[in-house]
């Protein structure tokens, strides 16, 4: 069978990017005008996503909490990822070069979690070890989520509703949206945990269409929410997508987790998920 006749494309997408990455997260930290200070025992929420240069993002946080005289350590706020285990979960942060060798503080996981507040007729969940804090931060990427379409999709929002929310979170507002939607669980819980878990900061990464770091922006509580959405539309706009609004085959060459929770980013592909069919 003779094969249709074919051309090679190069796409190239805009290319902002953070030339000198820990100095400005230091900077950014010190700018955001967070309440930390000498003494203070913070808690640190990371990622199970692969985020680029997210442990050298996450040690330069590290740095200015110490320099501060601040006692920082460092957990997983990722719901039920790494097997819904602590030493999973821990293991996931290793794979990404996050550990107490190579960060210089603790690494603590636990799944226990207490209920901080309410939202939606709902408890809201945080993890027992940050809830032991005198204040927890949260260090992730921010963009577009592969499920939804929203103001406030995926980023330092979700991380304090599902990741903060450990495995008994991740169950009870996974099934809350579905009737509520993922965006008003997202925003409803989120802002009931910055009025009540003592959230210090939220560190926000924008990645280009090159999976690098373009941006990286340090809100305090007061300014999270208006950050993040801000945050969100540059992520859209550097955003790569496919060069053609449909085709017959797309041959992806990876696939996981560690992309998104679709397995492939569904808003580069331009074939959006749908988890409530089979």
């Known amino acids: 069978m003779a094969l249709p006749k074919m051309v090679r494309v190069r796409q190239r997408f805009s290319r902002p990017v953070v030339s000198d990455i820990p100095a400005a997260t230091r900077a950014t930290l010190g700018a955001c005008g967070h309440p930390i200070r000498g ?9 199970s996503r692969g985020i680029a240069n997210y442990a050298t993002i996450v040690k330069a946080t590290v740095d200015h909490l ?28 290793d794979h990404y070069g996050i550990s107490e060798k190579t960060m210089g503080v603790p ?30 931060c949260l260090v992730n990427r921010v963009k577009p989520h ?21 495995y008994k979170g991740a169950i009870q507002y996974h099934r809350a949206n579905v009737r509520h939607s993922y965006e008003t669980v997202i925003t409803e819980v989120g802002r009931e945990m910055l009025a009540k878990a003592k959230i ?19 809100f305090g509580a007061a300014d999270l929410e208006a950050g993040e959405r801000r945050l969100l539309k ?9 060069p053609l609004s449909a085709f017959e085959v797309l041959i992806v060459e990876q696939m996981g987790k560690n992309v998104s ?12 998920s749908n988890p409530h069919e089979p």
């Open 146 to 166: 592969t499920d939804f379409k929203g103001s406030i999709e995926s980023g330092l929002f979700k991380m304090m509703t599902i990741g903060l929310g450990k």
């Open 261 to 272: 929770g679709a397995g492939m980013d569904t808003n580069v592909i331009g074939r959006p």
């Open 39 to 47: 003494g203070d025992v913070v808690a640190i929420g990371t990622s």
């Open 200 to 218: 210090a900061f939220g560190l926000g990464i924008v990645e280009n269409g090159y999976d690098e770091t373009a941006h990286v922006e340090a």
């Open 66 to 93: 110490r320099e501060l005289g601040a006692k920082p350590f460092i957990f997983p706020a990722m719901g039920s990822h790494g097997g819904g285990t602590p030493e999973g979960q821990l293991s996931v942060l």
């Open 234 to 242: 540059m992520a859209k706009e550097n955003l790569a997508r496919l």
């Open 107 to 136: 690494c603590r996981a636990t799944m226990e979690v207490v209920q901080v507040g309410d939202a939606l007729g709902l408890p809201v969940w945080l993890e027992k070890g940050a809830a032991g804090a005198d204040w927890v």
